[in-house]
């Protein structure tokens, strides 16, 4: 099995940055790929970005330029450094990751931004 937990969240100024983080933990060695997707209030659950085992990245339009995925050396954590955050990125976040057999999902973090 495999666990996600993300943190990081919070209420931050438009113009701000955030730092998610999602720790892995169980058979993370079956992972295929990990992202980040979130949900508006009032709108659909969408794909942010997406980090796959090999290291390439794919994005969002609305996070191309202003968000970067990454993970570490061990592929047990994996982050969304996000900057210069506009009040449409209000939503939960949620940690994804993929297996061959089964899609992950951390509880989400709650990242607000608002003046």
């Known amino acids: 099995q495999v666990q996600l937990v993300e943190s990081g969240g919070g209420l931050v100024q438009p113009g701000g940055s955030l730092r998610l983080s999602c720790a892995a933990s169980?058979?993370?060695?079956?992972?295929?790929?990990m992202g980040w997707y979130r949900q508006a209030p009032g709108k659909q659950r969408e794909l942010v970005a997406i980090i796959r085992r090999s290291g390439s990245t794919y994005y969002a339009n609305s996070a191309k330029g202003r968000f970067t995925i990454s993970r570490d050396n061990a592929n047990n954590g994996m982050y969304l450094q996000m900057n210069s955050l506009k009040p449409e990125d209000t939503a939960v976040y949620y940690c994804?990751?993929?297996?061959?057999?089964?899609?992950?999902w951390g509880q989400g973090t709650q990242v607000t931004v608002s003046s």
């Open positions: 169980g058979s993370i060695f079956s992972i295929n790929s």
């Open positions: 994804w990751g993929t297996t061959v057999q089964y899609d992950y």
